[in-house]
């Protein structure tokens, strides 16, 4: 007979503990989701940074980039960053998507896209900062499991990364260098 296995059950297994991981399933404090609200935004400016160094590498000719068809143009990859992580945090957290009406995304300029990055991060920033401990410590559906609310920032940073990470290899493809890594 094969058992699956789940993350937290391999992770345990891992470091020898039978309860759970503080990092999987610690309640926080309110001190605590305040501290995470500082470290967040200050790992969320960083993330700005990055995505901004990768934007202003790609010369602005080949902002409609995609190695094939059915993938994602250069500015895509950000445009669906914004459009994706603003749905989720309106959705999740019943607040207003400042970009729910935006339409004309594939007409943006390099200067307008590297505007609407600022624009989003700033705006993420402050849902982050204006979200009461209570609401963040409340645990929500995630990818078929819970999670306090707190940590769904970090997944939406997790899917940011991968975008950017793909906008790299774009860069590549087109002969650029990415300039190094940006991190906290």
């Not at 967040?40 to 400016?45: E, K, L, M, Q």
Request: with cysteine.
């Amino acid at each position: 007979m094969t058992k699956k296995i789940n993350r937290q059950t391999a992770l345990r297994a891992l470091v020898g503990v039978g309860g759970t991981l503080p990092v999987l399933g610690q309640e926080r404090s309110k001190k605590e989701l305040k501290e995470f609200q500082e470290e967040f935004s200050v790992a969320w400016r960083r993330s700005l940074d990055y995505s901004l160094t990768i934007i202003g590498q790609m010369p602005e000719e080949h902002l409609d980039f995609h190695y094939t068809p059915e993938a994602m143009t250069f500015r895509g990859q950000f445009v669906h960053c914004i459009v994706f992580t603003a749905m989720q945090f309106a959705g999740r957290f019943d607040i207003p998507n400042p970009y729910d009406t935006k339409n004309d995304w594939q007409k943006l300029s390099k200067a307008q896209l590297i505007e609407e990055m600022k624009g989003f991060y700033a705006w993420v920033e402050k849902v982050v900062g204006e979200l009461p401990a209570d609401r963040l410590a409340r645990h929500e559906g995630y990818a078929g499991g819970k999670i306090q609310a707190w940590r769904f920032f970090y997944a939406m940073e997790n899917h940011i990364i991968h975008h950017r990470g793909q906008a790299i290899c774009y860069l590549r493809l087109k002969g650029v260098t990415p300039e190094g890594y940006v991190g906290w």
